[in-house]
């Protein structure tokens, strides 16, 4: 009777992650956060979805001015502190990091009760909880997206055995296990609320697209080894910036609007400044998305940690590229936990068309 339920809904996320673990044992604490982010993600696309109701508590401006100098909507306090506590009560946290707050925050010391926590692998966990969420009152799509890195063993912070100076050290220790490079990523997801819910991951072996299928309430599996076309048609950036873009990039991407591209074909625009969107199609119709490097700012706008590295993890694991310009992204380790770095990702062809222009332009300065 399963397999004629199963087939007749399809693979759920659920299902999906307990063959992974079956066959990959280690994998078993992955599994109990993916059934966090799983609900976290349905949690968020009701509340997105309901945000713009006269009635919604969710509308409007929080009041309060994030670490990025960004006004808070209500809805990024909310799915937030939402996606927070379905980590954190997992206790297979360690540490975890956020668009919305101003520091990582260290749960193994801060959990109301140590019962939560058995001792399993802890990771560490960043994320932004509702990327584009200005987008939300135009009905724009918007995401979540949500990197995973193993924790640190040695961090260990016992409260009741250090002085103040040991344990403010032994927490920075800890606190600094969120600042690893896109390389050291284990996994990496991304839910996008639009015309259907998505969730879309990697584990390291291949890109996996959910569809949530609210009859069920379940994540279906809909897009199985995700794979984006070599080559594209479709430039994804804010082209008012063009002209205060570093030089190489101005030049390819002029010679992509005249068709001199190394691909002959002629392009498109299509860029709804919600990452997520931007990224979702960009893997799945081909394209060049960014967040280039401009004169007005030097590192971009997206954040490496929690936005640049695990889509990039996701976009590689697709077959794609993702790179400042000069360097891949997957390998610069963040110094601080909101950097922003330049973003160019995509089909690898066309993104190796870029990285080609900084090449010769560094060659012959
Ligand atoms: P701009 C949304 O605010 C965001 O952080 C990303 O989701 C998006 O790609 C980018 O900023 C859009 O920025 O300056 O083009 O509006």
Not at 122 to 143: E, R
Not at 278 to 298: A, E, M, Q
Request: glycine share 8%.
């Amino acid at each position: 009777v399963f397999d004629e339920v199963c087939d007749v809904t399809g693979i759920t996320l659920k299902r999906f992650m307990s063959e992974v673990v079956l066959l990959n044992p280690e994998l078993g604490e992955l599994g109990t956060l993916f059934g966090a982010i799983d609900t976290a993600c349905k949690a968020i696309s009701n509340l997105v979805k309901r945000s713009q109701l006269p009635s919604s508590e969710t509308l409007g401006y929080q009041g309060e001015v994030n670490i990025q100098g960004e006004d808070q909507k209500k809805l990024d306090v909310i799915t937030n502190d939402l996606l927070k506590r379905a980590l954190r009560f997992t206790g297979r946290l360690g540490v975890l990091a956020s668009e919305e707050e101003d520091e990582p925050l260290d749960l193994i010391s801060s959990l109301p009760n140590e019962a939560i926590f058995s001792d399993t692998e802890k990771y560490v966990c960043v994320f932004d909880p509702l990327d584009g969420s200005s987008n939300v009152d135009a009905g724009i799509p918007t995401g979540t997206i949500i990197g995973i890195y193993e924790h640190d063993e040695t961090c260990a912070i016992d409260f009741d055995d250090c002085t103040d100076d040991e344990c403010s050290e032994q927490e920075a220790q800890c606190l600094a296990n969120t600042l690893q490079a896109g390389n050291n990523l284990v996994a990496a997801a991304y839910c996008l609320y639009s015309s259907s819910t998505f969730l879309v991951l990697t584990l390291g072996a291949g890109t996996y697209g959910f569809t949530l299928d609210e009859n069920l309430g379940e994540f279906i599996l809909s897009h199985p080894a995700m794979k984006i076309p070599e080559t594209s048609s479709i430039i994804s950036m804010n082209e008012a910036n063009t002209f205060m873009w570093d030089q190489p990039l101005q030049d390819t991407v002029m010679k992509w609007k005249r068709g001199e591209g190394k691909s002959g074909n002629s392009f498109s625009s299509r860029y709804i400044g919600s990452m997520v969107g931007d990224v979702h199609r960009t893997l799945l119709y081909g394209g060049i998305f960014g967040y280039p490097s401009d004169t007005k700012n030097p590192n971009g706008k997206l954040r490496l940690l929690y936005e640049g590295a695990p889509m990039s993890f996701i976009v590689e694991q697709a077959g794609g590229l993702a790179t400042t310009g000069k360097q891949r992204v997957m390998e610069i380790t963040p110094d601080y936990v909101h950097q922003r770095v330049p973003i160019i990702l995509g089909s690898k062809n066309d993104v190796q068309e870029v990285i080609d222009a900084y090449e010769n332009a560094s060659a012959s300065a």
